[in-house]
């Protein structure tokens, strides 16, 4: 329910992403590109010709505000209507604002890294309709000789406490949602739980006002969440009447060490987001 490809930044195609899928004897996945439908259309060709379920969905990037600070917020986004307005303005906005982040973060790397803005781009697979990120410039980085992997860069120089990152502009977690329901599609909070992303992480409150505009589940089985968070957010969940999902957040190899299927959803789960979202599984 939470997959990347080459359209953002993960390393395999949509078809491979298919592919994969069905040898691991998966039920279904879904595409779940950063900020954008863009892998939508080889994504659901593949999936037609191999037979295997395919929900087509976006990781939007948000935030909620905290005093002068941000906590990142990744809202998964799946079956909505790709000609909803709102939505396709938020996209747009954000991968533009995503554009002008990296070309100023990868100027000042350029100061002290043999990368240029030349090689970050050749390491977006799909030229113009990959969003270009950190994973990018990572992959340039480990081209370059300057680290081993796309953690170990990570880890490094691209961390978000270090001296080169440049936040990303985005909309609130609030905003997200409704533009989201307003194109007819179904909302979970992505890795909720996950304090490897943010020092502090949404309060009990702060997802309350998630589900008043509309949330529908939280991503409850995924990695980065501990134990302790997984046992509160299902209590979260039985509460508010929410949905609960997994997710492996794969970016194929050597995007990320996650594999294809480790947090898997129900079928009881994946039928009734079915149910609920604006266009059809493939």
């Keep these: 329910m939470h997959c990347h490809t080459v359209f953002s930044d993960g390393t395999r195609t949509p078809l491979q992403l298919v592919q994969e899928a069905r040898e691991r004897g998966l039920d279904g996945a879904a595409i779940t590109d950063h900020d954008t439908a863009a892998g939508w259309t080889e994504a659901a060709n593949a999936a037609r010709e191999l037979g295997m379920p395919l929900i087509r969905g976006t990781e939007m990037s948000a935030h909620w505000p905290l005093g002068g600070r941000k906590i990142s917020v990744h809202v998964l986004a799946w079956l909505y209507d790709p000609d909803g307005r709102r939505l396709a303005e938020l996209f747009a906005r954000t991968r533009q604002r995503r554009l002008e982040r990296a070309r100023i973060m990868v100027a000042n790397l350029a100061r002290d890294y043999p990368i240029s803005w030349e090689s970050v781009c050749d390491q977006a697979k799909e030229s113009d309709a ?35 990152y440049v936040p990303v502009e985005t909309p609130t977690a609030t905003e997200a949602i409704r533009a989201i329901k307003d194109a007819g599609g179904v909302a979970a ?75 898997s959803t129900d079928a009881a789960t994946v039928k009734e987001i079915a149910r609920r979202g604006a266009i059809p599984v493939v």
């Excluded at 980085?141 to 080169?164: H, I, N, Q």
């Excluded at 309060?203 to 589900?211: E, K, L, N, P, W």
């Excluded at 008043?212 to 969440?225: F, I, K, M, S, Y």
Aim: charged fraction near 25%; hydrophobic fraction near 35%; proline fraction near 4%.
């Design 130 to 164: 990959t969003t270009v990120g950190r994973p990018h410039m990572a992959d340039a980085l480990v081209a370059a000789g300057v680290y081993r992997t796309r953690a170990d860069a990570f880890d490094g120089v691209l961390s978000k406490r270090g001296p080169y």
């Design 189 to 263: 909070l992505a890795h909720v739980g996950s304090f490897a992303r943010n020092r502090v992480i949404l309060s009990d409150d702060q997802i309350r006002a998630c589900v008043d505009c509309g949330l529908d589940a939280l991503e409850v089985r995924h990695r980065e969440n501990s134990p302790e968070q997984r046992t509160r957010l299902t209590g979260l969940a039985r509460r508010w009447g929410l949905l609960v999902t997994g997710g492996s957040d794969w970016h194929g190899r050597g995007g990320k060490p996650n594999m294809l299927g480790e947090n």
